[in-house]
């Protein structure tokens, strides 16, 4: 078991900055895979990076060049820096842990853990 925290959510104008930070507890944290998704109202969850338990890197399409995951295994920790941010990044953002190994799944099912979710919300 794992329990996930987010944290570093708010309001920000189009074209700046937030680092979101998930801090995890319980089972060694090196072990997962780690993900971040975000759902916007009315939307889909929807993939954004995922990091795996040897530092690989895949993005999702609304990242990609603005975005950068990262995982620090002393401090439990996965952070995720957006920048360049626009309004439709405007969602709120999950932290995610798998025990897979080998592959990048980008679907929420195979994500067996969960934090509460944080809000970022960008203005126009």
């Known amino acids: 078991q794992v329990q996930l925290v987010e944290s570093g959510g708010g309001l920000v104008q189009t074209g700046g900055s937030l680092k979101l930070t998930c801090a995890a507890s319980?089972?060694?944290?090196?072990?997962?895979?780690m993900a971040w998704f975000r759902q916007a109202p009315g939307k889909e969850r929807e993939f954004v990076a995922a990091v795996s338990q040897s530092d690989g890197v895949w993005y999702g399409d609304p990242g990609k060049g603005r975005f950068t995951i990262a995982r620090d295994n002393i401090k439990s920790t996965l952070y995720l820096q957006m920048n360049r941010l626009k309004p439709e990044d405007t969602a709120l953002y999950y932290c995610a842990a798998s025990q897979v190994s080998g592959t990048v799944p980008t679907t929420r099912n195979a994500y067996g853990y969960w934090g509460q979710g944080t809000q970022v919300t960008v203005s126009s």
């Open positions: 319980g089972r060694t944290f090196s072990s997962y895979l």
